[in-house]
């Protein structure tokens, strides 16, 4: 990846346009364009502006009320904080193997989550882009524009959202911030009437979500051409897969692949996470930059989530599915595989699966088990990693004699996927911007780059060292008296 667009070498020389805020993704970002007078551009950066904290307000409290409060970074994707917090307590508990009941009810509680993330993404905050043009008009560029001109495409969106809503309710006890899962199993199986409810639909879902991957695909083969090359930059990548390579987005060992396709790690076992990543800061953003120890800060950063995925595993474990994997790999010689948008594609796919993965838990007995828990021998450490929506995220605990929480370490999805973010919108700052007068449109364009991800900004914001903060004492007249800043290195101070 290149990072000659991070820092320009004159920037007080130049002319700063801002998109603040990001819109149509979940939490606050900006991003940041510095422009010469002929429109050059200079430096683009996405910054993180908010700061969340949990790692460290969660120290001191009971292990058993984590997968309860993590969840709480987000009410996007509660369910993979939940069970990635419910896999670390698993470990500390010592359950190497949770009951039949257990685990395919967290399976079901997990397919809804990402069922009703993609169809939340693709159809509200993506498709106005997607279907009316990057630059077209932002009055009609949004979902009451969708809902006008595409009433069908809307509908279906929002009922296959309603739907994933609906497991999650079932398995979790509530559509957001539920308690389903406990460390060591879950709190309750399916009754009869609710697998009787979610049946009535469920085919209804799987051929909409079908339906969904025919959109993305038409789209790709009309725009071929720019699709193919928005944005588009080589990247190494990450995921979990299981024991038979297949696509498997609750658990399974992490496989990474460097920049030219070579495998550096597969299988790897997640619970030792640190011996292959490590963590970078920066100034100018409160999310982390992480990296493969392998290569290296400046060549080893990786993107993760749907098109790591979709493109890395071996099989789909789901005929529908893996069948339009074939296809999206083939496409054009592979071209969406490697292209920015082809996560769109692949999120689609993803959400395919799901569908068809709830199909098959609801006709399997043993999601209306009693067995619920499973014991084992205390531990002092856990990790719980799962494939979240956005990507991979990885939960780490440590708990003392007393059941207290006395550190946490989160890298969720979008924290993977910052420097590949940030790849994105400089190539699409080179492609679209560099040396034209900007509009709104082409701002747009480097929104759009951003959305291909679907960023969790809210998730992803925690920071090494000291917090930034910039502070300045304002008299009545609105005159600044006196401010102080601090950075990653340090304090400063400058009296005005």
Request: hydrophobic share 40%.
């Amino acid at each position: 990846m290149t990072f000659e667009l991070e820092t320009a070498r004159h920037p007080e020389k130049l002319r700063r346009v801002a998109i603040d805020p990001v819109s149509r993704v979940e939490g606050h970002g900006k991003v940041t364009i510095l422009l010469d007078d002929d429109n050059k551009v200079h430096q683009v950066r996405l910054h993180i502006v908010e700061f969340r904290g949990f790692e460290k307000f969660i120290q001191g409290r009971p292990y058993w009320e984590v997968p309860v409060m993590v969840q709480r970074l987000c009410g996007i994707c509660p369910v993979s904080h939940h069970l990635a917090a419910s896999k670390a307590l698993d470990m500390i508990l010592g359950v190497k193997q949770l009951t039949s009941t257990a685990e395919k009810m967290r399976r079901l509680m997990h397919a809804g989550q990402i069922l009703q993330s993609h169809a939340l993404h693709f159809f509200h905050l993506s498709s106005p882009d997607l279907l009316f043009g990057f630059g077209s008009d932002p009055a009609s560029r949004n979902i009451v524009g969708v809902v006008a001109a595409h009433p069908e495409v809307a509908k279906k969106g929002v009922l296959l959202r309603k739907y994933g809503q609906e497991v999650i309710r079932m398995t979790a006890g509530k559509r957001v911030h539920g308690t389903g899962s406990i460390p060591g199993g879950v709190n309750k199986s399916l009754a009869a009437e609710e697998r009787a409810e979610l049946l009535k639909d469920i085919y209804q879902m799987v051929a909409w979500s079908r339906e969904a991957v025919g959109i993305i695909r038409g789209l790709f083969e009309q725009n071929l051409a720019e699709y193919n090359a928005f944005g588009r930059f080589r990247s190494a990548g990450m995921c979990l897969v299981r024991a038979d390579g297949a696509m498997d987005l609750y658990h399974g060992g992490l496989r990474a692949r460097d920049i030219e396709g070579k495998t550096l790690f597969d299988h790897f076992d997640y619970g030792r996470y640190w011996d292959v990543i490590a963590e970078d800061v920066k100034p100018w953003s409160y999310m982390k930059f992480p990296y493969f120890k392998a290569l290296g800060t400046e060549d080893g950063s990786y993107r993760v989530g749907p098109l790591s995925r979709v493109t890395m595993c071996d099989s789909i474990p789901t005929p529908l599915a893996d069948k339009e994997r074939e296809t999206f790999l083939a496409f054009d010689g592979g071209s969406a595989a490697g292209a920015t948008l082809g996560y769109h594609w692949a999120r689609m796919i993803e959400m395919l699966h799901a569908a068809e993965s709830i199909k098959d838990l609801l006709h399997d007995d043993d999601i209306t088990g009693t067995e619920l828990m499973a014991t084992g021998e205390r531990q002092e450490r856990g990790v719980g990693v799962i494939e979240a929506p956005r990507g991979t995220l990885i939960h780490h605990y440590r708990v003392d004699e007393n059941d207290q929480v006395i550190r946490a370490n989160l890298i969720v999805s979008t924290t993977h996927n910052n420097q590949a973010m940030n790849t994105a919108v400089r190539e699409v700052a080179r492609q679209y911007l560099d040396g034209v007068e900007v509009t709104e449109g082409l701002l747009n364009h480097i929104e759009i780059a951003i959305r291909a991800f679907d960023p969790c900004l809210s998730c992803a914001t925690h920071a090494l060292g000291q917090m930034p903060l910039e502070v300045a004492i304002v008299g009545a007249d609105g005159t600044v008296i006196d401010a102080a800043t601090r950075d990653h290195r340090g304090l400063t101070r400058e009296v005005v």
